[in-house]
């Protein structure tokens, strides 16, 4: 079985600051991370993985996360929010190898203010 | 950039009738998969489709339920006879071959039983 927390329904900050959003998984077996958002009335856009190698990965519209084994986690980060970056956050998990569902998180809303 | 599409973005239906969801995957992509999301629920993994059969369904995708890809382009889900349980929204999503490709998906279809 495999499953992913999202312990914070929602994250607030403001514009220019960091944001952090978070994920911890579980998973028999190695994992497959993601990260996806969602818009109003958009289906969900992807946005960064991790697979193997660097334990930070870097994704689209400046965002990174940090994978930590020890810890089950996959962090999502922006040095910097910007009011566009108010959307739902999805952490997913897939296992390696032979695996292809994804299992979600409940979601973050990430509401930014000017 | 190639995306998913879904169509009916929202379709309502009265308690038993049947419904066929209709997607277009990313062109170049070999597998296809359905995910449903009840308001105020997470994302759930329903079936995966690969080399013209299912690779992989999860126990929501009882009898009631079946995939096709009746043509190069298209792929559709078939509710046979709806309930009102069956209120959701539906995601298409698609991935290339191999273990690391991430999930691209549709804007999905909102299916409201009456």
């Known amino acids: 079985a495999q499953s992913v927390a999202q312990p914070e329904d929602q994250v607030n900050v403001a514009e220019g600051n960091p944001l952090t959003v978070k994920c911890t998984y579980s998973v028999s077996g190695n994992p497959y991370l993601f990260w996806y958002v969602q818009y109003p009335n958009r289906g969900l856009q992807f946005l960064l993985k991790?697979?193997?190698?660097?334990?930070l990965v870097k994704g689209s519209y400046g965002f990174e996360a940090e994978f930590n084994k020890s810890q089950t986690s996959f962090h999502l980060k922006k040095p910097s929010a910007l009011v566009s970056d108010s959307a739902l956050y999805f952490c997913?998990?897939?296992?390696?190898?032979?695996?292809?569902?994804?299992?979600f998180g409940a979601g973050t809303t990430v509401t930014v203010r000017a | 950039e190639p995306e998913v599409t879904q169509t009916p973005s929202h379709q309502v239906t009265q308690m038993g009738q049947e419904v066929i969801l209709r997607c277009v995957p990313i062109?170049?992509?070999?597998?296809f998969y359905w995910y449903r999301q009840i308001l105020g629920q997470k994302v759930e993994f329903l079936v995966s489709?690969?080399?013209?059969?299912?690779?992989?369904k999860s126990e929501i995708f009882d009898d009631q339920f079946s995939v096709e890809r009746p043509d190069g382009s298209n792929f559709t889900l078939k509710i046979r006879s709806t309930k009102l349980e069956d209120s959701a929204m539906y995601f298409c999503?698609?991935?290339?071959?191999?273990?690391?490709?991430?999930?691209?998906f549709g804007p999905g279809t909102r299916l409201t039983v009456t």
């Open positions: 997913a998990v897939r296992r390696f190898p032979n695996d292809y569902k994804l299992s």
């Open positions: 999503a698609s991935s290339e071959p191999g273990q690391g490709f991430e999930q691209y």
């Open positions: 062109s170049n992509h070999l597998y």
């Open positions: 991790y697979i193997t190698g660097d334990n």
């Open positions: 489709f690969y080399n013209n059969e299912i690779s992989e």
